[in-house]
């Protein structure tokens, strides 16, 4: 069960100092969409082919709505920006969201969520495996995750999910030459070496400008327009940590009101921009990291046939290890088996090193097939080893690998009607699965859920999105790939991705009341 105490940790001001840029909304603009919300509800429920005069206006309402909110979307995401922090390391940054929502008038989250269990970790900004509490070590035991219901606090209960954490990447996004130098470059990284290269800062304003909008329902008595329970959760630890892992452990999925529908969502600078993305089944791979050591016999490199050779067993590892997919695995799955770093010896010329270490990922579109590569991984190291006069020393996996994110098929018509309802074409973007991978799977793998991709990048006709850094960064491309020094964001997508947010809210609590599947 996570803390009710806030986070009183003293930030010396620099809070008080970042909450002064954010430009709030004036509170008439949400009136409109209180009021479509409660015809909405009170309304019978619309379907495709009959779609209810109340269903257009309430989309009508959150487009206007999620559009003139924009310029405190964007004043959120900058001051988000400047404070990347690393997996289990969020403090600054649950303080800037738990501040915001305070200033909303919402006092009842919840913080220390998604703690970090394990005593040993891998700090990403070091690539050292560490004790939690190692002297030097900035990783605190995490605890920084963020929770709040919104609505009656009775079932039915759908979850809106945004993750929190940066990664270890010195920023090195462009900035205009005519604007180096000024204000716009207060919004780069203020962490040297650590920068939101994923885009989880803009996840976070997205979910923070859906709450506000949400919150904007509440009547004077405090009751809702709609039925049931919104649960907002902002998740620390995605890059590596496995955060929603800790929270669904910890009970955001299970506590009361239970949750019956979770959703989330990722900037993808692959789609266009304005498309969204959705598919049912396999959205994202299931992933493991591995790490394996083969133990040789080491000495002089002139007299090889007196060693055991681990870096020849290691280049043949490399080459063998091709046929786990290729020749492994059913021709109709997909599967990556990618070696990503081997290390021997100390740099001496001469020497044959004794050991090798040799690291990578794979990776699959379901857990059994996952498993598979798993076993298979081990197989042929081991055989490969024996081949050499080697053997396999030691074969470690993540603590906490990725499962695949399934977006389910029963979700499926609601997820695309409201990608459609927010994209430009009017209609979802199919896509296909991705061999990335997202902690959103364990959540998927306690509730129905879908998981969408918001286009960022371009116009279609070869051109990358050049509102960029917004208003005042000009031409700034924001088609580069995710986890690039130099990636942008198109502040374009944090509206369209509000509105997604508060279509998937508001539309699937109404579902589940209609229908009565909230009722055991």
Known sequence: MAEEKKDDHHHDGWLDDEM??????????????????????????????????????????????????????????????????????????????????????????????????????????????????????????????????????????????????????????????????????????????????????????????????????????????????????????????AGAKRMREEGVLSNSPPVKYAFGMHVWPTLLSGQVGVRSGAMLAAQDNFTLVLDGVGGHAAFPHLCRDPVVASAAFVMNVQTLVSRGMNPLESG???????????GAHNVIPAKATIRGTIRALSDDALSQLREGLVHIATKTAEAHGLSLASSEFAKDSYPATMNDDGLFPLASKCAGLVSESGKHTPVDPTMGAEDFGYLAQGVPAAFFFLGQGGDGNGDAAQSGCGKCCGRVPTNLSLHHPEFNLDEEVLKRGVALFLNLALRSLKELSETGEDEE
């Open 20 to 241: 002064k840029s954010i430009q709030w909304p004036i509170e008439q603009i949400e009136i409109s969409l209180k009021q479509a919300a409660q015809s909405f509800f009170a309304s019978s429920l619309a379907t495709e082919t009959a779609p209810t005069n109340e269903d257009d206006v309430l989309q009508s309402c959150i487009n206007n709505q999620s559009v003139s909110i924009e310029p405190f979307l964007i004043s959120i995401r900058r001051v988000l920006h400047r404070y990347p922090e690393l997996m289990y390391q969020e403090r600054m940054t649950s303080q800037i969201v738990q501040r915001i929502l305070t200033d909303m008038g919402i006092t009842n989250y919840t913080v220390g969520w998604a703690k970090n269990i394990h005593s040993k970790y891998y700090n990403p900004a070091t690539g050292k495996i560490v004790q939690t509490t190692e002297k030097g070590e900035e990783n605190d035991g995490g605890g920084h995750g963020v929770v709040v219901d919104i609505g009656s606090g009775q079932e039915p209960c759908i979850l809106l999910r945004a993750d929190m954490d940066a990664l270890p990447i010195v920023e090195e996004t462009p900035l205009p030459p005519d604007q180096q130098g000024s204000d716009t470059a207060k919004f780069h990284s203020n962490h040297h070496g650590k920068m939101h290269a994923c885009g989880h800062d803009a996840h976070m304003t997205m979910l923070l400008g859906a709450t506000y909008l949400i919150k904007s329902l509440e009547e004077s008595n405090g009751e809702f327009p709609f039925p049931g329970t919104i649960r907002i959760i902002f998740q620390p630890a995605e890059e590596g940590g």
């Open 336 to 346: 990556v088996v990618s070696i990503t770093h081997i290390d021997a010896g100390d």
